[in-house]
T-cell receptor, first 117, second 111 residues
Framework: SAVISQKPSRDICQRGTSLTIQCQVD?????MFWYRQQPGQSLTLIAT?????????ESGFVIDKFPISRPNLTFSTLTVSNMSPEDSSIYLC??????????????FGPGTRLTVT | GEDVEQSLFLSVREGDSSVINCTYT??????LYWYKQEPGAGLQLLTY?????DMKQDQRLTVLLNKKDKHLSLRIADTQTGDSAIYFC???????????FGPGTRLSVLP
């Protein structure tokens, strides 16, 4: 499968600040997604990162709070803006359409553990 | 709407078989997946099954799909301590790219 890295792996941030999380894949992929996993919970899709156009957000998530970039087929960023303690979660990048693999296989990065104080 | 349910906890003895169950509501599901999440890690794709299949076997893993009852199970043979993790069931619907994840089953393997 593709090798997916995320930076930072974890961070502790102050309320009101913003953090940008990077997701890098070692091969070109068709689709990139961002998920949130709140403590002890399952995964919730935040948005689909579209190359060259605005991300597609799921219900309950907005661009002003979670701006996303995808400048090419191997890289995406998610920014968590104006953070509050409720944003403390693990943020996961995932990809689909990895060259040489079934397009229905979705692979996940290691996650970024964010704590907001 | 889409909903995926799993029991939250399962304990088994080392060497026994584990069976993790999942039910889903969307009859238009095309693919169903099992992911494993170890502490502090991301999700590892274990296996998946296309909705027109009943069974898929991959080494110690056996996936059974009962489409009529919308029931999916993952059997792990000869369970080892390294299998201790949270296992997520997920469905992909016919009409979207979205995955819907279940709440996860925490598998504890006792020596």
């Amino acid at each position: 499968s593709a090798v997916i890295s995320q930076k930072p792996s974890r961070d502790i941030c102050q309320r009101g600040t913003s953090l940008t999380i990077q997701c890098q894949v070692d091969s070109q992929v068709t689709m990139m997604f961002w998920y949130r996993q709140q403590p002890g919970q399952s995964l919730t899709l935040i948005a689909t990162a579209n190359q060259g156009s605005e991300a597609t957000y799921e219900s309950g998530f907005v661009i002003d709070k979670f701006p996303i970039s995808r400048p090419n087929l191997t890289f995406s960023t998610l920014t968590v803006s104006n953070m509050s303690p409720e944003d403390s979660s693990i943020y996961l990048c995932s990809v689909e359409g990895v060259e040489g693999y079934n397009s229905y296989e979705q692979y996940f990065g290691p996650g970024t553990r964010l704590t907001v104080t | 709407g889409e909903d995926v349910e799993q029991s939250l906890f399962l304990s088994v003895r080392e060497g026994d078989s584990s069976v993790i169950n999942c039910t889903y509501t969307d009859s238009s599901s095309t693919y169903l997946y099992w992911y494993k999440q170890e502490p502090g890690a991301g999700l590892q794709l274990l296996t998946y099954i296309f909705s027109n299949m009943d069974m898929k076997q991959d080494q110690r893993l056996t996936v059974l799909l009962n489409k009529k009852d919308k029931h999916l199970s993952l059997r792990i043979a000869d369970t080892q301590t390294g299998d201790s993790a949270i296992y997520f069931c997920a469905e992909r619907t016919d009409y979207g790219q979205n995955f819907v994840f279940g709440p996860g089953t925490r598998l504890s393997v006792l020596p």
